[in-house]
């Protein structure tokens, strides 16, 4: 069964960080390209980050850029989103996704505030 199970969600303040991880079963993970989507309330789903197979990111948001890093680790089958310096604006569900058949985990609540 192909699943993708998101964790690391959380609730913190302006300036923190969070690690979101995702963790992939049922298929080759080392094969396919992964991405990371979020959606703010209200607002629609939008890409974050896609990275490669070899571990190299090819896509990352303007607005994240230098706050936000993506990377995987093949031998673990896991997608990780290490995200810095976080702003209220981040606040959002965010999604792992792999785009070659349309895979989507269940989504981990992300929220910045003071």
């Known amino acids: 069964q192909v699943q993708l199970v998101e964790s690391g969600g959380g609730s913190v303040h302006p300036g923190g960080s969070l690690r979101l991880s995702c963790a992939a079963s049922?298929?080759?993970?080392?094969?396919?390209?992964m991405s990371w989507f979020r959606r703010a309330p209200g607002r629609e789903r939008v890409l974050v980050a896609n990275?490669?197979?070899?571990?190299?990111?090819?896509y990352l948001l303007d607005s994240v850029k230098g706050r936000f890093t993506a990377f995987r680790d093949n031998d673990k089958n896991t997608l990780y989103l290490q995200m810095n310096n976080l702003r209220p604006e981040d606040t959002a569900v965010y999604y792992c996704?792999?785009?070659?058949?349309?895979?989507w985990g269940q989504g981990t609540q992300v929220t910045v505030s003071s």
């Open positions: 996704n792999r785009p070659s058949g349309g895979i």
């Open positions: 049922g298929f080759p993970f080392s094969r396919y390209v």
């Open positions: 990275v490669i197979p070899s571990n190299t990111t090819t």
